[in-house]
């Protein structure tokens, strides 16, 4: 457990690029993917379909993901 | 003047560009932004509305009522043209055959990096803001949207173009063309400080619809909560299920955001399963929601930004024809043209709403100051 809140939040930080009002834009572009950020948490389990969907995400907003290397 | 619009009701696209023409005058116009009746031959209108601005980038789509500083019309042609204090330098692309696999938004993406020097990954969203009018009876606007913000942090608003609730065509204009299948896109280098608002007449409540089944493409809803959606629906509504559609307009269902939600609105039954004006992807949780006044909540939401924001010198609305529906059932359109009447504004009564994704029920509004 783990390994997906830290994806998640690493991606919501590389896309929004340090702009702290961006951050909120791009949890809402992710709940429209079906991806709900803000109920992922430390102890949410890192299923494989959850790891997959954070990672196709990362690729349509063409963010590296250290994370999961 | 940042700004000038005008309107006009004439019968013919030649007699309303004209009159459109004169109320603009003599103004340098860096960008044109029109919306028009379908009455006005769609196939003719952008090509003359061009031929009106030579050398302007001209933008528009068809629509389902229109409206302009002061007031809601049906049956006229509504433009707004920005002068040099806003637009710095403004590029419109249009993305074609948008039910296609190889459709080619990321070539325009990539047109407007070229363009302005920037990948649009890189473009500073303080300092660059999209518009964007899709062909509102593709069934595209969800993914349209969702690309364009896979590719850009730049916060794009728009519209669903419209066509007075024939729901037969619907059109895009860029340049002096006419499209159909296809979005239309401006991306601009503001000089003036801009916001965006998006307001919606509701409440949550504490009723939760989660979508079990669903076919998102077709925006088809067949299961609430595991049971078949009609019977779903009718029993969180509190309604017999025969009766469902009647509670459409007024309890809609949203998608929650912190204190915020994006609307999405049932359309019609069809056996138990529930057709929406947006899709809703299985899993989705969702509130169910009260409606209340447009008028008071529209006010308020403005009234806030003004404070937030100083001075408005320009808003573009893109208003959901649900919303213009029910302001025409309650004869308030006069009412809400007001709201409207001490800033210089222009819009359209939209088949959906583009922020961050495709909504409804909402005034989704640019905000330039």
Do not use: W
Not at chain 2, 35 to 42: E, I, K, R, T
Not at chain 2, 333 to 362: A, C, L, M, R
């Amino acid at each position: 457990m783990g390994k997906a809140k830290k994806m998640i939040d690493e991606l919501i930080e590389k896309k929004a690029q340090s702009n702290s009002f961006q951050v909120n834009n791009i949890k809402m572009k992710l709940m429209f993917k079906g991806i709900i950020p803000d109920d992922i948490t430390d102890d949410t389990p890192d299923t494989e379909e959850l790891i997959s969907k954070i990672e196709g995400v990362a690729e349509q907003f063409e963010v590296n993901l250290t994370t999961n290397k | 003047m940042k700004v000038k619009t005008a309107y006009s009701k004439k019968d013919t696209i030649k007699d309303s560009i004209e009159d459109i023409k004169q109320q603009i005058g003599d103004f340098d116009t860096r960008l044109l932004l029109f919306f028009a009746s379908p009455s006005l031959d769609p196939e003719k209108i952008s090509a003359e509305m061009q031929n009106g601005f030579t050398g302007v980038p001209t933008m528009g789509c068809s629509s389902s009522g229109e409206i302009v500083t002061g007031k809601m019309l049906d049956q006229s042609v509504v433009a707004m043209a920005f002068g040099a204090e806003i637009i710095e330098d403004c590029k419109i692309e249009v993305v074609n055959n948008l039910n296609s696999d190889n459709n080619q938004i990321d070539t325009a993406f990539d047109s407007f990096g070229k363009y302005f020097g920037t990948s649009t990954h890189d473009l500073s969203p303080d300092h660059y803001l999209g518009m964007v009018l899709i062909d509102g009876l593709s069934l595209q606007e969800e993914a349209v949207n969702d690309r364009i913000g896979d590719l850009t942090n730049v916060t794009f608003v728009g519209g669903s173009a419209g066509d007075d609730l024939a729901f037969n065509k619907t059109y895009v204009y860029a340049n002096g063309a006419t499209y159909m299948d296809a979005a239309a896109l401006v991306l601009i280098k503001s000089r003036a400080k801009f916001d965006f608002l998006k307001t919606q007449s509701f409440e949550a409540t504490d009723k939760n619809v989660v979508v079990t089944k669903a076919d998102e493409a077709q925006r088809k809803v067949y299961e609430i909560n595991n049971k078949p959606a009609t019977q779903a629906y009718a029993e969180l509504v509190g309604v017999p299920e025969e009766k469902v559609a009647d509670s459409f307009f007024s309890h809609p269902v949203g998608l929650v955001f912190q204190d915020d939600f994006f609307v999405r609105s049932p359309q019609r039954t069809d056996g138990e399963g529930i057709y929406f004006y947006c899709s809703i992807k299985e899993d989705m949780k969702l509130k169910l929601l009260n409606s209340g006044n447009i008028l008071e909540y529209t006010r308020d939401s403005l009234n806030q930004k003004k404070n937030e924001m100083g001075e408005i010198s320009a808003i573009v609305n893109f208003n959901c024809i649900l919303r213009t529906l029910e302001l025409k059932d309650k004869n308030q359109t006069e009412g809400y043209g007001d709201i409207f009447k001490s800033v210089p504004t222009v819009g359209f009564s939209t088949y959906g709403e583009s922020y961050i994704g495709h909504i409804n029920q909402t005034s989704t509004m640019v905000l330039f100051q």
